[in-house]
């Protein structure tokens, strides 16, 4: 097993600014769940400066909208978490609309759980989190970082490193309106406008809708364009005084964004340089505009009766900063909370989320003509390692030519959730929660074919809504699968205060299932071949060799003194995989006194293997170790630190240096 030793003791110096009693969690539920436990030990939670340190027994830090709302217009929220130590985010421009890489102690952000109004963030396929397509940060109500542990409840399959949580915020009593206007150096600017009702009825019910347009150049190469826009809306109806309430909330996020990549530090002292398509080449310096490629390109017209060749791989459409990454996703989620009887409280949040997306492409060479494969003559498809279309692609009226076509990797995503809880109070002491979530997200991948406009720019964001097919109709594929990653989630958690102890124990049993739909060839090295026809699929599995070693049940390429080929190919197919752990957490704080706490955890987690791994797997035997990835099951242990409280600490302008300071929790992770 891998082992990890992370002990990160950390300081953190702050300013004073009082806030209110913090929602500290992701879902209604374990929002209710923690403010009770508040409740209990008779203390609120301050900031200080926006910055929270909640009295819970995880490795947990709060900011809330003081602290955001001094950051720049705009901006990721996961860069504005980099205030927290043991986070790291390296953004990849100062405007927050073109991604970037989060790491919490040491885990990348595929081991990082990142939820919004307690809905996952996560990619469905891979876990990766798209930090350029998070809630803008004038509706954020507060963030929350768990480090190294997460919530009960919380529908994830990628927590084994930290958690990161963060809430919109409710619509105001008071009518208001805002508009905020941002403008800075390469072509930035950015106008956010937001509208509150207030209270529309006599029962507080009230709303809100947000609208924010972003844009700017690409820092470097002179080309790509960024672009982002993004709508929210909010219905809030409080029940009665005691805290139940339902509310509905929509969101919608448009990125058109060009690729761009960074200049190496050694770049300032060299002359003018060859653009190309490599790390180092991509820009050239000179003088003044170093950063800036003034050159652009057009394809040349086809001709009639000639073997037209495509551009080679340096050529036109090739600098890495035509290269698109679009994206659109949206969503829908209702939180509420319901008094059920004296002490007991039910919630439920479900949600659905949509996306369609692609990482966009430097250009593939396609094929008007057919091929031969295993005898069989007029086939069209991908080989793994050409595109055969069987038909005139740039209109000059032959079949004789090899064309530049863009076909980035496509993924549409439905995501259906729900978290549901219920809490009761035995005694003003002691207080469980049950809790059911659910997660059901249909990831659909594909790499449909589009063109290219005359100089060299991506002819549509989306070759899957208009794609190009071969000469029989059917749509070119580069990729072909159909994921289902299906989570049901069973949980319970106990809190008990004995005098200045406080006791948080709980479980969260996961069934976790994969039903994978590969329908391209699969090689050992995770390659694809795609077909179209039943005639194609039949050709290439007849010529592809595919043994099996009876001793290891493992693919093998050598038989007597016959070496076969090292691509050989399985046929497409189903696979289903599962996956489930009882996973325990253990927590305690102990009030020193009134200004100091200790407190320790101990929590399980689990990791399943990505849908990459899963389908590259395909290519082992059902049944043989190599067919069946195992997961990580990393256990976080929190040693027992002290906590200042910053109840205790003297005011401080904002702003203003103190040489107060807090100290984090080291914990080990293995």
């Not at 659910?438 to 060299?456: C, K, L, P, V, W």
Request: aromatic fraction near 10%; glycine fraction near 10%; proline fraction near 5%.
């Amino acid at each position: 097993m891998h082992r990890s030793h992370l002990t990160a003791g950390s300081l953190l110096a702050l300013g004073m600014a009082l806030a209110s009693t913090p929602a500290l969690a992701q879902s209604t539920g374990s929002v209710d769940f923690e403010q009770q436990t508040i409740v209990v030990s008779g203390r609120t939670t301050k900031s200080v400066n926006g910055v929270q340190l909640p009295d819970t027994p995880k490795a947990k830090q709060v900011l809330d909208q003081t602290i955001i709302a001094h950051q720049a217009p705009g901006q990721s929220i996961n860069d504005i978490i980099n205030l927290v130590p043991g986070v790291s985010f390296q953004n990849n421009d100062p405007f927050g609309s073109s991604g970037g890489v989060l790491y919490i102690r040491g885990f990348d952000n595929t081991r990082i759980s990142q939820t919004f109004d307690g809905i996952p963030l996560n990619d469905t396929g891979g876990y990766a989190i798209y930090s350029n397509q998070q809630l803008d940060p004038e509706v954020i109500d507060q963030v929350n970082v768990n480090l190294g542990t997460t919530d009960v409840d919380s529908p994830t399959a990628a927590a084994s490193g930290s958690t990161v949580n963060y809430r919109s915020r409710n619509p105001t009593e008071d009518f208001h309106a805002r508009m905020i206007g941002s403008a800075g150096e390469y072509g930035y600017m950015r106008i956010f406008g937001e509208v509150d009702t207030g209270n529309l009825t006599a029962g507080g019910l009230r709303a809100y809708v947000t609208a924010s347009n972003s844009r700017n150049d690409t820092i470097y190469g002179g080309i790509g364009k960024i672009q982002k826009q993004q709508y929210n809306a909010k219905l809030y109806q409080p029940l009665g005084s005691n805290g139940d309430f339902i509310s509905i909330a929509g969101h919608y996020n448009r990125n058109r964004n060009n690729a761009f990549g960074s200049v190496p530090m050694w770049i300032e002292n060299t002359g003018t340089r060859v653009v190309g398509t490599g790390s180092g080449n991509r820009y050239p310096v000179s003088g003044d505009d170093r950063f800036y490629q003034t050159a652009r390109c057009t394809f040349a017209a086809p001709v009639a009766g000639a073997a037209d060749v495509a551009p080679s791989t340096g050529a036109c459409g090739s600098d890495y900063d035509y290269r698109i990454n679009p994206s659109d996703t949206a969503n829908i989620r209702i939180s509420s909370r319901f008094t059920l009887a004296d002490g007991l409280v039910l919630t439920v949040d479900p949600s659905i989320q949509w996306t369609s997306a692609n990482g966009g492409t430097l250009g593939y060479t396609a094929s008007e003509k057919t091929t031969t494969i295993n005898g069989v003559s007029g086939l069209t498809g991908y080989d793994g390692s050409n595109y055969y279309f069987g038909k005139d692609l740039n209109g000059d009226g032959d079949k004789l030519d090899t064309v530049r076509l863009i076909a980035p990797s496509q993924t549409k995503t439905i995501r259906l959730g729900l978290i549901a809880s219920l809490r009761y109070d035995i005694n003003p002491d002691q207080t469980i929660r049950l809790a059911y979530s659910y997660d059901r997200g249909r990831h659909r991948q594909t790499a449909e074919f589009g063109t290219y406009n005359t100089n060299g720019t991506a002819g549509t964001y989306f070759p899957v809504n208009d794609p190009i097919t071969d000469v029989n109709g059917n749509v070119m594929q580069r990729r072909n699968r159909l994921s289902y990653a299906i989570l049901h989630q069973v949980s319970g958690e106990y809190r008990g205060k004995f005098g200045g102890l406080t006791i948080n124990a709980g479980v969260r049993v996961p069934f976790f299932k994969r039903n994978l739909n590969q329908y391209c060839f699969t090689n050992r090295s995770g390659g694809y071949a795609c077909f179209g026809s039943d005639a194609a699929n039949a050709a290439f599995a007849a010529a592809s060799t595919y043994l099996i070693d009876p001793d290891t049940n493992l693919p093998i390429e050598k038989v007597g003194t016959k070496v076969l080929t090292p691509t050989n190919w399985v046929a497409p197919q189903q696979r289903i995989f599962t996956y489930s752990k009882a996973l325990p957490s253990v927590g305690a704080t102990f009030a020193v006194n009134s200004n100091v706490g200790i407190f320790a955890n101990y929590s399980k987690g689990l990791q399943v293997p990505g849908t990459d791994n899963l389908y590259n797997s395909f290519y082992f035997p059902r049944g043989s170790s190599a067919a069946t990835p195992n997961p990580d099951r990393p256990t976080t242990s929190t040693l027992a630190c002290a906590i200042v409280r910053a109840s205790s600490w003297p005011r401080f302008r904002p702003g203003t240096r103190s040489t107060r300071t807090a100290w984090l929790p080291p914990s080990i992770v293995t």
